[in-house]
């Protein structure tokens, strides 16, 4: 117990410290969020109660977008033909700085506030990514900003974007499409994670799309030559992938979840359905992968004697990293200072740790150095990749889970709804909110993130990967 005291006593120290260096604007923006922290926590937690899953987060924007116009920020509502996405928006002129809102669940994560693998609800979704938290922090960071420009400490216009639907159909596509960040200078974003770092890795590259076999359905077993079987085709498919993945480049993945192999056993089945994803660090290494899987369900048409179908979902770019961006970041994290847990916290998190099979070793909130990017980063891949090919995007991580925690998990679920993700979620507002600041005070900081977003992406085009509207109300 006295070494813990000494532990909170020496973080509030440097806490304390950190702020004796800030800028009277910094101070105002850590009262600010500090201010809201409540609110914020009620608002992520109605979010995280609410699992709601892509394009189905009516209520989750709606708690989001209120708490916007209750603070004075204007709000419009169905952006980009997204009935759940949104802008809200405070100022006027340049610099215009944006800061991004995720707010979807994943399917089957349902679970309790405790570090043991316990539903709320048998099957439902659950926040396995911390998205609960995300939408909040940025919002919180964007009031705190906008009250600076209300009180005059800061000229410009701030932007938060409600984006839905990352998770499956990466709705942020639709979004630049639309061209809500046209008119921004720089955004800035954060993803949930089990460490605190100005993120300067990038991702992976991604193409969705389904495939469908139509055949000729029969009786299985009294007259099965009359049949061409969609299952037949939907099986050759998977095995052509299969034997394919020893021959594509080691950063890429190929991944596919079928969908309908038929329905019962005595009848030949007619049609057949399988969603299929490549991925790559690299879109230029990915599409090539992409094309010569496409061929091979033409292959498998043949092969079972039936029809075909490729339908685009949807695809999204690798991240644009910008250092620039993540050295502003990182000196804000570096004023801020670890998070402090109590010893209750500590103990949740080695709970986790020993139910997920890893080392009981429990928070890691200690600021991380800037890293060197990474040619080939392993990892997922998120739709933040099409905006930061469109504006220069600073991104950041903060720890809202124990150290190696399987993340899309009911793990990161049980840390959302309590206070080891509250935690996060509030120091992720403030750093972003601080990050902010430094953009529309210093202008030079602007230009210097924007120079480097243009060496980074070169003569290359953005091209978003979609055909046809967001596909709302798709299952």
């Known amino acids: 117990m006295k070494q813990l005291s000494t532990l909170v006593l020496l973080g509030l120290l440097s806490v304390s410290l950190s702020a004796q260096k800030m800028n009277s604007t910094k101070k105002s923006i850590v009262a600010s969020v500090e201010n809201h922290k409540e609110n914020l926590i009620q608002i992520s937690d109605s979010i995280w109660a609410l699992a709601e899953t892509a394009f189905n987060e009516s209520q989750s924007a709606e708690v989001l977008a209120d708490y916007a116009e209750k603070n004075g920020l204007k709000v419009t509502r169905g952006v980009a033909d997204i009935p ?10 340049k610099p215009v700085i944006s800061v991004l809102g995720e707010f979807d669940a994943l399917p089957g994560l349902s679970q309790k506030t405790v570090p043991t693998k316990d539903p709320r609800i048998d099957g439902a979704p659950g926040h396995g990514c911390g998205h609960n938290m995300f939408g909040a922090a940025s919002l919180g960071a964007a009031i705190a900003i906008k009250e600076q420009i209300e009180s005059g400490k800061l000229k410009g216009t701030v932007k938060f974007l409600g984006t839905p639907a990352e998770e499956k159909y990466f709705a942020k596509v639709w979004m630049v499409e639309a061209g809500l ?11 949930p994670g089990a460490n605190i770092e100005a993120n300067v890795q990038s991702g992976l590259s991604l193409i969705d799309f389904i495939v469908e076999f139509y055949g000729q359905a029969a009786h299985a077993s009294a007259d099965p030559w009359n049949g061409r079987s969609a299952s037949d085709a939907l099986e050759l498919y998977t095995t052509g992938m299969n034997y394919y993945r020893e021959h594509i480049k ?29 991925r790559d660090p690299k879109r230029k290494v990915m599409l090539p992968t992409y094309e010569r899987v496409k061929k091979m369900a033409e292959g ?9 179908k490729i339908s685009l979902v949807s695809g999204i770019y690798e991240v644009l990293v910008n250092r620039a961006g993540g050295e502003i970041m990182q000196k804000n994290l570096e004023l801020l200072g670890p998070i402090t847990y109590t010893e209750e916290e500590i103990a949740f998190g080695k709970g986790i740790q020993k139910a997920t099979g890893k080392p009981e070793v429990g928070m890691d909130s200690k600021i991380e150095a800037l890293k060197e990017t990474e040619k080939n980063p392993g ?21 809202v889970a124990p150290k190696d925690t399987p993340w ?3 793990a990161v679920v049980a ?27 210093n202008p030079k ?13 070169g003569d290359e085009k953005y091209e978003a990967m979609i055909d046809g509207p967001p596909p709302i109300g798709s299952n």
Not at 181 to 191: L, P, T
Not at 445 to 457: A, G, I, M, P
């Open 379 to 399: 990892g997922g891949s998120t739709d933040v990749g099409d905006v930061s090919w469109n504006v220069p995007n600073i991104n950041l991580s903060v720890t």
């Open 250 to 278: 080691p950063t890429s993945r190929i991944h596919y979840h079928i969908q309908d192999g038929g329905q019962v056993v005595n009848v030949v089945p007619d049609y057949s359905r399988i969603w299929v994803r490549v």
């Open 445 to 457: 900081l602007v230009t210097k993130v924007k120079e480097e977003f243009k060496t980074r992406k």
């Open 181 to 191: 960040w046209d008119d921004v200078d720089v955004n800035v974003s954060w993803h």
């Open 84 to 93: 759940t996405a949104f802008t809200a928006t405070y100022g006027s002129g």
């Open 408 to 410: 899309h998990s009911w």
């Open 300 to 308: 498998a048409a043949i092969m079972a004697n039936v029809d075909y």
């Open 415 to 441: 840390c959302g709804g309590m206070s080891i993700g509250h935690k996060g979620m509030v120091y992720a507002s403030k750093a972003m909110a601080m990050t902010m600041a430094d953009l529309f005070e």
